[in-house]
């Protein structure tokens, strides 16, 4: 009998407007990594800290990347709309964003 590991599914409930933390370049350009499993991501996380440890544990992959980006704020919804228009999917803390459901009023 086989056994297939499923990726562990969460529920949040974040508004439109809710800053994340990305690592930006000078020119504006976002921070991504490419992950296995999910493909092209757009790196972000709910707060400064989680991005220090976030960071913390890629940067030995590429420190160079890590050090010409800065630290920036950016609303939800422009971030799930800059990963649909690369074509990649928004990472928030450890979490890929599979879908975006609007909660009821």
């Known amino acids: ?22 690592l930006a370049s000078p020119a504006g350009t976002l921070l991504c990594a490419r992950l296995e499993g999910v493909g092209l991501t757009v790196l972000s996380w709910t707060t400064r800290e989680e991005m220090e440890r976030g960071v913390e544990r890629l940067a030995a992959r590429a420190p160079s990347l890590f050090a010409s980006h800065q630290p920036q704020q950016r609303p939800l919804a422009d971030l799930l709309k800059t990963a649909r228009d690369l ?16 909660a009821e009023q």
């Open 1 to 22: 009998m086989a056994f297939e590991l499923l990726p562990s599914l969460i529920r949040t409930r974040l508004g439109s407007g809710q800053p994340l933390w990305v």
């Open 87 to 102: 074509g990649a999917v928004l990472r928030i803390d450890d979490y890929a964003v599979l879908a975006v459901v609007a």
